[in-house]
């Protein structure tokens, strides 16, 4: 059977699997090689993360994840006495809260590659007209409910977190803003991705992926090509199968 490449995280894991999203992306890479399975969930933090584990990572399953993108931390830097401060949560507890979900996935598959992404920059003028244009109208803040500076400060805990446990981490706060414009070129309402900025994720994924073991181009494809079947003795090629 083949293995499963969980991805685990909030709206801009939800959203991979849309025209151009990453995920979507991971799963044409991954063709005949793996499942990549989407575990994302619109406007969770890492509070609300953690009581869904059980749930999607029982301790009992016989075929846990091979592999598991973990990416939150978008709803987490939310500032408090904004209009998103309900999905706030403390910097700190940020921290540790995404060390449980390791913990969590380790115990489940000691092996299982794990991998953090960090939240992506935020385009504060982005997001207040987003705000004004789809969600809040005249009610909506002037002042952001999210800033850059703030969500940075997220992304290099995860990052810390990352070394600290030893595990592989994507700085995509920091790979986006390396390149000019990338409010507009890599974010859609200064927080959710366009198809070019889940290509810098899809990229950055097959990166880590590639220099570790789970390379798809080294992985066998799950049955034999059509070119390996005799059209007069198919069985043939499927003898190993049935060993």
């Not at 793996?34 to 994302?40: E, L, P, Q, S, Y």
């Not at 500076?149 to 940075?152: A, F, L, M, R, S």
């Not at 990352?162 to 706060?173: N, T």
């Given at each position: 059977?083949?293995?499963?490449?969980?991805?685990?995280?909030?709206?801009?894991t939800?959203q991979?699997?849309?025209?151009?999203?990453?995920g979507a992306?991971l799963?044409?890479t991954?063709?005949r090689k793996?499942?990549?399975?989407?575990?994302?969930y619109?406007?969770?933090?890492?509070?609300?993360?953690?009581f869904?584990?059980?749930?999607?990572?029982?301790?009992?399953s016989?075929k846990?994840?091979?592999?598991?993108?973990?990416f939150?931390?978008?709803?987490d830097?939310?500032l408090?006495?904004r209009?998103s401060?309900?999905q706030h949560?403390?910097?700190?507890?940020?921290?540790e809260n995404?060390?449980?979900v390791?913990?969590h996935l380790?115990e489940?598959?000691?092996?299982?590659?794990v991998?953090?992404?960090t939240?992506p920059p935020?385009d504060e003028v982005g997001?207040?007209?987003y705000?004004?244009?789809?969600?809040?109208?005249e009610?909506?803040m002037?002042?952001?409910?999210?800033?850059n500076?703030?969500?940075?400060l997220y992304?290099?805990q995860?990052?810390e977190l990352?070394?600290?446990?030893?595990?592989?981490?994507?700085?995509?706060?920091s790979?986006?803003?390396?390149?000019?414009?990338?409010?507009?070129?890599?974010?859609s309402d200064g927080?959710?991705?366009t198809?070019?900025?889940?290509?810098?994720v899809?990229?950055?994924?097959v990166?880590?992926f590639?220099?570790?073991?789970?390379?798809?181009?080294?992985?066998?494809d799950?049955?034999?090509?059509?070119?390996?079947i005799d059209g007069?003795?198919?069985?043939?090629?499927?003898?190993?199968?049935?060993?």
């Open positions: 059977m083949r293995p499963q490449i969980a991805l685990f995280g909030d709206s801009i939800e991979s699997f849309r025209s151009g999203g990453w992306a799963a044409d991954y063709t793996a499942d990549i399975v989407n575990r994302g619109s406007g969770y933090n890492t509070r609300w993360a953690l869904l584990l059980h749930q999607l990572f029982p301790f009992d016989t846990p994840p091979v592999a598991a993108t973990i939150f931390g978008a709803n830097a939310a408090l006495g209009t401060e309900r949560v403390p910097i700190e507890e940020y921290k995404l060390r449980k390791v913990h380790k489940c598959s000691p092996t299982m590659l991998v953090l992404i939240p935020v997001r207040r007209d705000a004004h244009r789809s969600v809040y109208g009610k909506a002037e002042l952001p409910e999210r800033t500076e703030v969500t940075g992304a290099k995860c990052v990352a070394k600290e446990m030893g595990l592989c981490s994507i700085d995509l706060w790979k986006m803003q390396e390149t000019g414009g990338w409010q507009k070129k890599f974010l927080l959710h991705l198809p070019e900025g889940n290509a810098v899809h990229e950055e994924v990166k880590v590639n220099q570790l073991w789970l390379s798809a181009a080294e992985m066998p799950d049955f034999p090509s059509h070119s390996e007069k003795n198919p069985e043939k090629a499927f003898q190993q199968l049935c060993i």
